[in-house]
């Protein structure tokens, strides 16, 4: 995953509350990675598969959602998704209702029934969970419903895609929400391909959209980051002290995770016997409870440890000096006055800065 510390500052620089991450590009077996870019963050993820004798070190495709932990809503992913583009969690507490999340990185080839397989899901599941709560569809949906990009997108797809957004009353960026920043967010043929849509409601309580510019931050995509930020009725988070001290599970013990099981045993006892016997209504007051119980228990069992931010296990010294030298080139360009295309100096350079940068990092 090339652009992992873009994604670590651009977490930091926005205070990201939900990260959908389209084509990261990693193989089932390393999708735990997504959890250590920054501290502070849960992930649901997908791999897609792979065809046999497939050899290259990165995977192909995939789809994840990152979210703050520190969100003060009970957060489940949606697992009855017959796909591997396309991720969803429910975000829910008693004061807000559900916000229904999902992300998808859609076919990027020619075929228009693969596209119209994919879509077709994401409606399904739409029209379902729709009903019962606000639903927001986030990610590269390999099409635009622009019609400045009809001459050098896929038409077909594109159609298809106008389709869905008209049968479910979608907006989107360019359409009736208006975006600060490019038109677009496929930097090779500026078309927009990159889409955060929503009702009319979730409409009502947007604050900003925005598509951030090219070389606004280190990125090695070619896609454009898109940013927004709505309202909700609730405090969205849970305050936590930075100098908390975070459970050490790498060093813990058998014997502590004896006491882990002892401590947790009677008391999630007694909370099925509550679950059994409450209404569906109290089931959020089920959810604290069993947090609280299993803090509690890893509070007395489990050994402690803090977080070094600087420490990164995808940071190493080529990595600093690729990233070093890509920033510098991209002070250079931005001094040019941002000029775009390979006949100037500064683009050029700039460019096959970047490109280095996300060689030696997926390398490394």
């Given at each position: 995953m090339s652009s992992t510390i873009c994604l670590s500052n651009l977490l930091k620089d926005t205070d990201c509350d939900i990260c959908i991450i389209s084509e990261h590009k990693l193989k089932e077996r390393s999708l735990h990675y997504l959890s250590t870019i920054?501290?502070?963050?849960?992930?649901?993820?997908?791999?897609?598969?792979?065809p046999i004798g497939y050899n290259a070190y990165h995977g192909k495709g995939g789809?994840?959602?990152?979210?703050?932990t520190s969100l003060q809503f009970s957060v489940n992913e949606i697992s009855d998704i017959n796909s591997s583009r396309i991720a969803g969690i429910e975000l829910k507490n008693q004061s807000y209702g559900s916000l229904f999340i999902f992300g998808a990185y859609l076919p990027s080839d020619d075929s228009i029934e693969n596209y119209k397989s994919e879509l077709s899901i994401l409606d399904s599941l739409y029209a379902y969970y729709s009903v019962y709560g606000n639903c927001i569809i986030a990610g590269d949906l390999n099409a635009s419903c622009l019609h400045k990009d009809r001459s050098i997108s896929n038409i077909y797809k594109s159609k298809e895609l106008l389709n869905f957004v008209s049968r479910h009353h979608l907006l989107y960026a360019g359409g009736k929400i208006q975006s600060k920043g490019p038109k677009y967010t496929y930097v090779t043929k500026q078309t927009m391909l990159d889409y955060i849509l929503c009702n009319e409601i979730i409409y009502r309580k947007l604050r900003y959209y925005e598509i951030l510019d090219e070389g606004a931050i280190s990125s090695t995509s070619d896609h454009l980051p898109v940013v927004i930020e709505f309202e909700t009725d609730s405090t969205p988070h849970r305050v936590i002290n930075s100098s908390d001290k975070l459970p050490a599970w790498h060093k813990v013990t058998d014997a502590q995770i004896n006491q882990y099981q002892k401590l947790l045993s009677d008391p999630v006892e007694i909370?099925?016997?509550?679950?059994n016997s409450y209404s569906f209504a109290d089931i959020d007051t089920i959810y604290d409870d069993f947090v609280s119980t299993l803090h509690n228990a890893a509070n007395i069992a489990i050994p402690k440890c803090g977080f070094n931010p600087l420490t990164k296990p995808y940071w190493n010294a080529d990595v600093k000096r690729a990233h070093d030298?890509?920033?510098s080139m991209r002070k250079l360009w931005v001094l040019d006055g941002q000029p775009r295309g390979m006949h100037f100096?500064?683009?050029?350079?700039?460019?096959?800065?970047?490109?280095?940068?996300?060689?030696v990092q997926a390398s490394g």
């Open positions: 920054e501290k502070g963050y849960n992930c649901i993820s997908k791999a897609d598969a792979l789809i994840a959602i990152l979210y703050k909370l099925i016997d509550k679950m030298n890509e920033r100096d500064s683009y050029r350079i700039y460019k096959r800065a970047k490109s280095e940068f996300r060689r």
